[in-house]
């Protein structure tokens, strides 16, 4: 709502552009010409290695700084990517319900001919760059993870990352102000970061770490929440964002509502836009009783981890204080 959305759809298409954009012209180049693309002369004639070609040079093992000593096998080994068309992963994205969109073919242009594939959108939120967002401590780490992102595979199998793109850096600025945490109001006048939103089931689950961090230093008492429920989007908080960030928290506050305590205890099917079943909204102690060990496995998972488990009942109307009291 504050434009992270749009940032995050910008950089990874970017990305996705970058793919089939280098597929295409390593295919009708030669070596020299994509040398020169890549590392073009300055008015004094002088070749330099950005950044991501430094990063690339690395990664391939070759130890040059200035461009002119690569030797004609260094140059194509720098300069073509090969990229297999049948290992890219790598998918764009948009903020908009459109399933057709799910599966599509790209380079049906004239101009594309022979370079036609099939790929996809995704939610945006879906990105490993919404995942990169919410793990990121500065710009300068940013940068790092997005360069580091996976794409496909050269034909010979080799990994190809971001950076072997040269497109980290552009991702970057596009993501430069989303990575400011949003500042919201609670309905009780609480402060309230709402940032990040990776999925719990592709990703890690968690909102960032340096909203966590801001919240730290700003308040006595900090509240974090993970997705879905402890035996995911919490095992990830542990196990990811904790030891990527050296938070360590106090105590686990497991929220659980005596409806899903129900539904978990074989309760009717809850379906969205129809009115809930009586068994949901009437006192039901069996069907609450049958539920609860539910509740007790995930308490079990928190207290692996040597945190104390606090039980919040989030209460709703119709529930009994029988049923409460089961609780």
Same mark, same amino acid.
């Given at each position: 709502?504050?434009?992270?959305?749009?940032?995050?759809?910008?950089?990874?298409?970017?990305?996705?552009?970058?793919?089939?954009?280098?597929?295409?012209?390593?295919?009708?180049?030669?070596?020299?010409?994509?040398?020169?693309?890549?590392?073009?002369?300055?008015?004094?004639?002088?070749?330099?290695?950005?950044?991501?070609?430094?990063?690339?040079?690395?990664?391939?093992?070759?130890?040059?700084?200035?461009?002119?000593?690569?030797?004609?096998?260094?140059?194509?080994?720098?300069?073509?990517?090969?990229?297999?068309?049948?290992?890219?992963?790598?998918?764009?994205?948009?903020?908009?319900?459109?399933?057709?969109?799910?599966?599509?073919?790209?380079?049906?242009?004239?101009?594309?001919?022979?370079?036609?594939?099939?790929?996809?959108?995704?939610?945006?939120?879906?990105?490993?760059?919404?995942?990169?967002?919410?793990?990121?401590?500065?710009?300068?780490?940013?940068?790092?993870?997005?360069?580091?992102?996976?794409?496909?595979?050269?034909? +010979?199998?080799?990994?190809?990352?971001?950076?072997?793109?040269?497109?980290?850096?552009?991702?970057?600025?596009?993501?430069?102000?989303?990575? +400011?945490?949003?500042?919201?109001?609670?309905? *009780?006048?609480?402060?309230?970061?709402?940032?990040?939103?990776?999925?719990?089931?592709?990703?890690?689950?968690?909102?960032?770490?340096?909203?966590?961090?801001?919240?730290?230093?700003?308040?006595?008492?900090?509240?974090?929440?993970?997705?879905?429920?402890?035996?995911?989007?919490?095992?990830?908080?542990?196990?990811?964002?904790?030891?990527?960030?050296?938070?360590?928290?106090?105590?686990?506050?497991?929220?659980?509502?005596?409806?899903?305590?129900?539904?978990?205890?074989?309760?009717?099917?809850?379906?969205?836009?129809?009115?809930?079943?009586?068994?949901?909204?009437?006192?039901?102690?069996?069907?609450?009783?049958?539920?609860?060990?539910?509740?007790?496995?995930?308490?079990?998972?928190?207290?692996?981890?040597?945190?104390?488990?606090?039980?919040?009942?989030?209460?709703?109307?119709?529930?009994?204080?029988? *049923?409460?009291?089961?609780?």
């Amino acid at each position: 709502f504050t434009g992270d959305f749009h940032a995050i759809t910008a950089a990874n298409n970017l990305l996705a552009a970058a793919i089939d954009t280098r597929i295409l012209h390593e295919a009708d180049a030669t070596d020299e010409q994509l040398f020169n693309r890549l590392c073009p002369p300055d008015k004094k004639g002088k070749r330099h290695f950005g950044r991501a070609m430094t990063n690339r040079l690395k990664k391939l093992g070759i130890d040059k700084t200035d461009p002119e000593t690569l030797t004609p096998e260094e140059r194509a080994r720098f300069c073509r990517l090969d990229i297999d068309p049948a290992s890219i992963t790598w998918r764009r994205v948009m903020d908009t319900n459109d399933r057709f969109l799910r599966g599509i073919t790209v380079g049906e242009g004239e101009e594309e001919k022979g370079f036609e594939r099939q790929t996809g959108f995704d939610m945006a939120v879906a990105s490993e760059t919404m995942a990169v967002l919410a793990l990121t401590t500065s710009l300068a780490d940013m940068r790092r993870r997005l360069g580091q992102m996976v794409i496909g595979t050269s034909r +010979k199998g080799d990994p190809i990352n971001a950076d072997d793109l040269g497109v980290a850096g552009a991702m970057t600025v596009l993501m430069h102000d989303a990575i +400011k945490p949003n500042l919201m109001q609670t309905l *009780e006048g609480t402060p309230v970061f709402v940032h990040a939103g990776p999925f719990a089931n592709i990703a890690h689950g968690n909102s960032s770490i340096i909203a966590d961090q801001v919240g730290l230093k700003l308040a006595d008492y900090v509240v974090t929440e993970s997705g879905f429920g402890a035996d995911m989007g919490m095992e990830k908080f542990f196990d990811i964002k904790c030891r990527y960030s050296g938070l360590v928290p106090n105590v686990v506050v497991m929220v659980a509502t005596v409806r899903a305590l129900k539904m978990h205890g074989g309760g009717p099917k809850v379906v969205a836009g129809k009115p809930l079943d009586p068994a949901y909204t009437n006192e039901n102690l069996d069907l609450l009783r049958a539920g609860i060990p539910n509740l007790l496995a995930h308490i079990k998972i928190a207290r692996r981890y040597g945190i104390p488990v606090v039980v919040a009942v989030n209460r709703f109307g119709t529930d009994s204080p029988a *049923e409460l009291e089961l609780v």
